[in-house]
């Protein structure tokens, strides 16, 4: 955990670095980019947009994305719940049953997440027009 704010993780960079001092400072200045820490990276987003319609195992999750490996699915889910946009809930049974759902800040990301899809369409469809002319 690096910088100030404890509900952002910063990727493991020296903290005596100047890139770690640029990178806490524009974090605590800049709420954007407070944001896109949270949710940077393909795989926060699509966690996110599978739990969108409620609760799902581990195992469902992975099924939903096969190019992601265990390894990588695990340690999103933590930073997802460390940073507060998921709820693990574990159940006493035998097999130990896992379920991962979008808490109440994670919800309203969804409304955003939709917005940069139709923004990244647009700009994929600009890319493409420009490209054939």
Not at 25 to 44: F, K, M, R, S, V
Not at 73 to 98: C, D
Request: charged share 30%; glycine share 6%; with cysteine.
């Amino acid at each position: 955990m690096y910088g100030t704010n404890k509900n952002v993780s910063m990727t493991k960079i020296k903290e005596t670095s100047t890139n770690y001092e640029n990178k806490r400072a524009l974090i605590e200045e800049c709420p954007e980019i407070y944001a896109a820490n949270l949710i940077g990276g393909q795989w926060t987003i699509a966690i996110c947009c599978y739990l969108e319609n409620g609760k799902l195992r581990f195992g469902q999750l992975k099924k939903r994305m096969p190019a992601i490996t265990e390894r990588m699915l695990t340690l999103q889910l933590r930073k997802m719940e460390e940073n507060e946009l998921v709820k693990r809930t574990v159940y006493a049974e035998v097999p130990p049953r896992v379920e991962y759902e979008l808490t109440g800040i994670g919800i309203e990301l969804l409304p955003i997440i939709k917005q940069l899809e139709a923004w990244g369409r647009r700009h994929q469809q600009n890319k493409q027009d420009k490209s054939e002319n």
